[in-house]
């Protein structure tokens, strides 16, 4: 069975504005789940998906909606598969290693907090930051998002760029 599963991060929004709806649905509608790895600022925005399931997390820029409704962290476990999901925080230079050392156990990590999207292994755990979706810091690139597909053979994942609607 494969799952299609789509990740943003640090979209820094305070209302589900119409463009961020567009912009949602170009990225994922194809995705049957929705991970937000934190910093949404208010969950409000998370009504962009209506049809998906979501997996949410707060994060340090969150309101205090957001931190009262999601964890800091959590664990899913989807098609034999076990994903963390942590915004981070803290030193953006070592985030990966704090990670590492907490959620070893798992197949994949997905984190948010630095704005730089990243997809690599090491050793048996997938590390996945989309990047942030709204590109709202001097520390990111480009509005970015990343793919993760279940499938037999592994956990598959691409990062993609933010196709603004025009």
Sequence with gaps: MTTRIGILSDTHLYRCEPAFRKMADLAFRECTIIIHAGDMTDPS???AFPHQQIWAVHGNMCNQTARAGFP??????????????????????NIEERLFARFHDVDCIVYGHTHRPVIHQFGDVLFINPGSFQA?????????YAILETTATGLQARLNKVRFPG
């Design 72 to 93: 800091e962290s959590r664990r899913e476990h989807i098609d034999g598969y076990t994903i963390a999901i942590c915004h981070g925080a803290g030193n953006r230079m």
């Design 136 to 144: 709202t810091s001097p520390y990111g690139s480009p509005a970015s």
């Design 45 to 47: 925005i998370l009504a």
